[in-house]
């Protein structure tokens, strides 16, 4: 069984040779340490500095090469081709920048993008979007969203690392790309959002559907330019609980899921929802929508992945749920243990796939990597 197969099966929700394992996404200052050399993929400062000497494609091309090493080097069974520098805050159709985007360096760590103020911020090395896409004001974004009702193009360089990725990895590691698509406040500050819920509901459902109609049509040319499965990427919920009520996740946000669920399905490729927090209100409406996995079922939000797998493993794939931290500042024996739980508590009978919660964070050490990994492999196996 190569490693796609592997993931194939999990996803499927049957019993592989071994417990497939995937990185969720990695801090580039952990990527450069794993690699010993220097990396564009999720390193904003540098991918900043380079598109705005006009080498944006040659930018999005490094990140090819930083996705197919990380996966070959250390024998993983999927790539999620993702860029992760923020560009979908400044403009929801981007995972990478376009080639006419306009880069500004205004200062150290202060950068203009399309007129877009954007700070970076050294230490956990990501941007952060100090304008947001939506207007705050209700009429102006209601207004704003009727000028780019028609624009659902999706820029060319947004699949054109996949098409390169897709074209060194194809049929020995699963593919998987990245869309948002049904909610992400993060567009306008969430407490405008909430109040638009209540007082402006007319904008709230507006700003969804054109949110769904962008990433649908993203999802579809990223199945053409090779994804095998599609993870959507908005988060519901905090530690505390779902965002709005699970009564408007049912009204406003899962229809949507749905509809973007399906049409991934019927491009014949797999569906994965991500979303963080504690999400035990409406993970029921989430797996009734056909999702194929499930992601990352988070353990600090107060999520037992243990008993999801009972009650949704017939029904639903579960993967996680490792900090992204990798024990932080403790030693391996932290993080091996931690692996050794995840698997007792999901693995029996397959059906589970394992990585870290969310983004490997820049504080996890080398040497807690290679043994997440290594455990993983060792007492991940099911029996013939």
């Known amino acids: 069984m190569n490693p796609r197969e ?11 040779d071994r417990v497939p394992i995937f990185v969720f996404g990695i801090n580039g200052v952990v990527l450069e340490k794993l690699l010993g050399r220097p990396v564009m993929q999720r390193n904003p400062k540098a991918y900043l500095e380079m598109c705005s000497k006009g080498e944006v494609e040659k930018a999005n091309l490094l990140t090819v090469e930083d996705h197919v090493e990380l996966v070959e080097r250390f024998d993983l069974d999927a790539v999620r081709e993702v860029n992760q520098v923020g560009g979908w805050l400044i403009d ?17 760590n ?7 103020p954007v700070q970076y911020m050294p230490e956990v090395n990501s941007l952060y979007v100090m304008k947001p896409f939506l207007p705050t004001d209700p009429d102006m974004a209601k207004n704003f969203l009727k000028s780019i009702w028609n624009d659902v193009t999706v820029p060319d360089q947004e699949i054109l690392v996949l098409e390169k990725i897709a074209k060194r990895l194809k049929g020995k590691r699963f593919i998987l790309s990245v869309v948002q698509g049904t909610f992400l406040p ?5 407490t405008h959002m909430m109040v638009w ?6 904008v709230l459902k507006m700003w969804l559907e054109y949110y769904l109609k962008v990433n649908i049509e993203r999802a579809k040319a990223k199945i053409d330019a090779g994804a095998e499965g599609i993870i959507e990427n908005d988060d519901y919920a905090t530690t505390m609980g779902p965002m709005i009520s699970p009564k408007y996740f049912r009204e406003l946000v899962i229809p949507n899921l749905k509809r973007l669920c ?16 504690n999400i035990s209100l409406i993970l029921e409406d989430i797996v009734s929508t056909g999702v194929d996995g499930i992601h990352p079922l988070e353990k600090k939000a107060g999520v037992d992945i243990g008993q999801v797998k009972k009650v949704y493993g017939k029904r639903v794939c579960v993967i996680g749920n490792i900090d992204g931290s990798l024990g932080g500042e403790r030693g391996k024996e932290y993080i091996i243990n931690e692996t050794l739980e995840c698997l007792k508590s999901a693995a029996s ?19 807690n990597f290679l043994a997440w990994i290594d455990t993983v492999k060792k007492f991940g196996r099911y029996e013939s």
């Open 262 to 277: 399906d049409e991934v399905h019927k491009k014949g490729a797999f569906f994965i929802k991500h979303t963080d927090g």
């Open 110 to 116: 202060l950068w203009e993008i399309n007129g877009v």
């Open 186 to 190: 993060f567009f306008s500050p969430s």
């Open 197 to 202: 819920l209540h007082r402006n509901p007319d």
């Open 92 to 108: 929801p159709r981007w995972e990478y920048f376009p080639k006419d985007v306009k880069i500004v360096k205004k200062g150290e």
């Open 349 to 367: 009978d397959g059906g589970y796939i394992m990585t870290t919660s969310n983004v490997i964070t820049s504080d996890a050490k080398v040497e």
């Open 6 to 16: 592997r993931f194939i099966e999990a996803l499927s929700r049957g019993k592989p």
